[in-house]
């Protein structure tokens, strides 16, 4: 018996050592393996080398039929950008000299895999808005609860196992992270939409090291879009001419760099009809959509992130394509406003009490 106790304690001692006592050392626990990840892949901190990236693209719509094409992408530390996006039926260039951005597009939105794309991507800034006071202060706020995590599709294991955690400011916000335990890569990331990321197939880039597969997988695991980096390369003087205005967007076009925003606000919400099919098999709970919302305040290329049914889906479409916005508003420095574009997660309710 008293041997049995003694292994006990000792078990006892371990899980106590292994997992932080009290919420602080479980928020610092939390915080230093994102600041991991973050030294690991943060290829566009101020410090860091400018660099061309290409990258073939998948993105899937119904029926997982999908288009694909190509992304190139130029980046220097004093934030200017060139990201041209060339898909079937889809077109985009994106230019930035650091102080002002520029937008030409085959359409008037970005479609939901496209965004969710470029999410994916910037994932080391997401980590970092987490330690932010943006995130109600990052260190402080956030609860770690050490989960079982996801295997990842048609990956095997990692050597040094999963490390996974949940992370939340509030109880309707919160994701969750899975780190590898050797590495301290982040493998993949769940979002509050319940939309996953995957990092796969790290690769050396100079000091650092970065994932060559992306992958974006709604909340019923189904894939949305897949990026493969084909080349990332350091590239020491970046051509002026690249992050020249677009020559075919107006000043109307032109939007300059906004670093104070207001989001978009709902100035009419239509309600949706209930489908009776729904109703007559008890069906209820949220749609959620994404949409662009531009300076007009009508919200386009309305996209199902999350529903209960197919038929609350088309019911919850109707009524959100009549909703109006009061369009996102950028503060200048010196006070003045001015109506932007912006996204925006749209919610419909169905609940089975309402007429």
């Known amino acids: 018996m008293r041997k049995i106790l003694a292994i006990i304690a000792i078990l006892a001692g371990i899980i106590a050592c292994a997992l932080p006592a009290s919420a602080g050392e479980r928020s610092a626990a939390l915080a230093a393996l ?39 992408e130029f980046w220097t530390p004093q934030g200017m950008l060139r990201r041209e996006t060339l898909l079937e039926g889809y077109q985009q260039l994106e230019v930035s000299n650091g102080t002002s951005d520029w937008q030409q597009s085959s359409l008037d939105y970005v479609p939901y895999p496209v965004h969710e794309l470029w999410s994916a991507l910037q994932f080391a800034s997401r980590l970092q808005w987490w330690l ?13 609860v050490q989960i079982k995590g996801k295997p990842l599709a048609g990956v095997a294991p990692p050597k040094g196992g999963l490390l996974c955690a949940q992370a939340s400011i509030s109880e309707s916000y919160q994701s969750e992270f899975c780190f590898e335990r050797s590495t301290g890569h982040l493998l993949s990331e769940t979002d509050p939409q319940g939309v996953r990321y995957e990092y796969l197939a790290y690769a050396p880039f100079g000091n650092q ?78 749609v959620v959509f994404y949409a662009n919302v531009g300076t007009d305040g009508v919200p386009r290329g309305l996209w199902p992130v999350k529903s209960p049914s197919t038929w609350l889906t088309t019911a919850a479409f109707q009524a959100a394509s009549q909703w109006r916005y009061q369009p996102a508003v950028c503060v200048e420095a010196g006070g003045s406003k001015r109506p932007i574009a912006s996204s925006v997660y749209l919610r419909v309710p169905f609940t089975l009490q309402q007429q």
Do not use: W
């Open 34 to 72: 994102f600041r991991k990840a973050i030294a690991n892949s943060e290829i566009q901190a101020k410090d860091a080398s400018a660099f061309r990236l290409q990258a073939a693209v998948r993105v899937y719509g119904a029926n997982q039929q999908y288009i694909q094409g190509m992304v190139v």
């Open 132 to 144: 932010s006071p943006a995130a109600g202060g990052g260190i402080i706020a956030p609860r770690l």
């Open 209 to 286: 090291s970065f994932p060559r597969i992306l992958r974006v997988i709604n909340d019923q695991g189904v894939e949305l879009a897949e990026l493969h980096i084909l080349q990332l390369t350091v590239v020491e003087k970046p051509a002026p001419s690249l992050f020249l205005p677009i020559a075919n967007v107006t000043p109307e076009g032109a939007r300059a760099a906004c670093r104070n925003i207001l989001p978009a606000k709902v100035v009419k919400r239509v309600p949706p009809v209930y489908p009776p099919e729904a109703r007559r098999d008890g069906l209820s709970g949220t």
